[in-house]
Structures are given as structure tokens and as C-alpha cells.
């Protein structure tokens, strides 16, 4: 457990040196429409015990009629945080505002917790979230498609065009970003992964391997990883990294990956996120299903 709280800390030497700034995306702009950010509890069936907080964002553009396209973020206090360094809420606006972006509904998830009330932050022994995250299975996209979608669906339109539907994740929740659209590409198709744990804390080492033998699938992937990423007896992140771009580039996948000089944290990732959604986004137009 301490091992993989190393891991997921986000906090390593160095960090102070790394030269990432936040993008103007990334700060209010004067006449930008501002979105509204909900919070939320759940209590899974699918992660059967565990309860979890959650975020939804709705932007100022969102008619209540028009089905809105929807992106899923795992650690989504980390990315719902208007003064970390995703701040997506101020990225969506802004981005939304200049129409380089769909509409988008913003679902904001943390990791489950096995107890009957909400956890003060931190870790501790109850947390689910390597289950979650790290494990190659379909049950986090169920978890999605079956609890979460539904859910918000109840009081906004959401669209039902997997297209429409991207997911992105931090360190072992861009793995899950990747796993959830991997299990279930009729359900998202667009995968963003920041410093995505890719190596073998319960098999994500295995996923080049798969993907080049494995027939194509309709997923468009963006990854990012930092050359002083962690290496320890897991694997190396950063090499994990570089080969998922290779497997995806032999595959023929719409994929991308930015490389950094950063570590095992949020900085290059927050100073690319417009830019990155930018490239997931390109060319979508809503169906209106």
C-alpha cells in the first residue's frame, strides 16, 4: 500500500524545477460565459460498499433540450479544481465559448471508498481506488454505463453517441480512462491519459501487447508522460508510455502522445489540457441522439 501511495502522490524531486506554465485557457476570461459545478454522492451497486463524491458540470451554453456531449474525469477533484492545475471548469468555459469544443457535460468522479460515509481527504486502507483504476476488466465502464450515465441522464441530456463521449484520467486513472473505452468503445471513444500507470500494478503492461494483436477499434487516444516519471519495481512509466504509442501507432489508431521533461504530476498535463482537448475534440459535431 505504501508503495502505491508513493506512486499516486503526485509530489516527487524536482517538481519545483519543471518549467509548465498555465495557458491563458486556463484562467477567467473577461465575457466568458461561466459554468455551474453541482456536487453529488454515490453509492455504488457495481463496487458494491463503497461511496464516492462526486462533480458535475453543466456550461452556461447547455439548452436543456440539445444532447450535450459528456467527458468523465477519474481523481475529479484534481480536475474540477479551479486553482489546481487542470482547472477544466475555466478550460471548458473558454474553450466552449470560442466553439473549439462541443458543449460538454463534465462528470467529475473520485475513487470509491468501502464505508458507509464519505472519507476525510486523504488515504487510507478503505479506499478502492487501485481496484478501480488498475484493474483490466470491463466492471469501471459497467460502473459508468449502468450507475453514473444514468444517473446525471435524469436531469441533463446527455448524448447516447459514443463519438460524443471521451474519458481522461491522472496516473492509474488514465489507465482506467483507457480501459473503460477498451471494454467498452460503444460507449466512449475518446481517451485522454495524464501520466497513465501503463506498467504492472495488476496487468496495464500487458495492454501493448494487446493492443497490436487485437483488431482496431474505434478509440481516439491522447497520452502524456514526463521523462523523470516514476521507475520502480512496477515498471518504468515513462517507457510504458512510449511503448502504448507505439502499439497505437502500429495499429493504425487516431492517437497522440506529448512527451515532457516532467515527473509523476499534474504540470505538463494542465499546461497542455486545452491543446489536448482541442485534438480529441477536432472534427466532432453533435447527432443530436
Not at 202 to 219: D, E, F, Q, S, V
Amino acid at each position: 500500500m505504501k508503495t502505491l501511495l508513493a506512486i499516486l502522490t503526485l509530489a516527487l524531486p524536482g517538481l519545483q524545477e519543471e518549467p509548465y506554465k498555465h495557458p491563458p485557457e486556463s484562467e477567467r476570461q473577461e465575457g466568458v460565459p461561466k459554468g455551474k459545478v453541482l456536487h453529488e454522492t454515490w453509492k455504488s451497486k457495481v463496487f458494491e460498499g463503497t461511496i464516492r463524491e462526486y462533480w458535475v458540470y453543466v456550461p452556461a451554453q447547455y439548452d436543456g433540450t440539445t444532447p450535450a456531449a459528456v467527458m468523465v474525469f477519474q481523481d475529479g477533484h484534481a480536475y474540477v479544481n479551479e486553482k489546481g492545475w487542470f482547472r477544466v471548469p475555466i478550460v471548458f468555459d473558454n474553450l466552449i465559448a470560442k466553439g473549439e469544443m462541443p458543449v460538454t457535460i463534465g462528470i467529475f468522479l473520485n475513487p470509491g471508498h468501502k464505508s458507509e460515509t464519505l472519507p476525510k481527504p486523504g488515504w487510507d486502507e478503505k479506499n478502492n481506488r487501485s481496484f478501480e483504476y488498475d484493474t483490466l476488466s470491463d466492471q469501471y465502464a459497467r460502473f459508468l454505463v449502468e450507475e453514473i450515465l444514468p444517473e446525471v441522464g435524469k436531469t441533463l441530456k446527455l448524448t447516447e453517441d459514443p463519438d460524443g463521449r471521451a474519458i481522461c484520467g491522472i496516473s492509474s486513472g488514465g489507465i482506467c480512462a483507457f480501459t473503460a473505452a477498451w471494454e467498452r468503445p460503444d460507449a466512449f471513444r475518446k481517451v485522454l491519459s495524464h501520466v497513465g500507470s501503463f506498467t504492472n500494478i495488476r496487468g496495464g503492461h500487458n495492454y501493448p501487447a494487446m493492443i497490436r494483436k487485437t483488431p482496431k477499434k474505434p478509440l481516439r487516444v491522447f497520452l502524456q508522460d514526463g521523462e523523470k516519471d516514476v521507475d520502480n519495481q512496477f515498471g518504468s512509466w515513462w517507457l510504458a508510455n512510449q511503448q502504448m504509442d507505439a502499439a497505437l501507432r502500429f495499429a493504425k489508431y487516431d492517437c497522440k502522445f506529448v512527451g515532457g521533461v516532467g515527473g509523476h504530476n499534474d504540470k505538463h498535463g494542465g499546461s497542455i489540457l486545452p491543446d489536448s482537448l482541442r485534438w480529441l475534440w477536432r472534427d466532432y459535431k453533435l447527432t443530436g441522439k
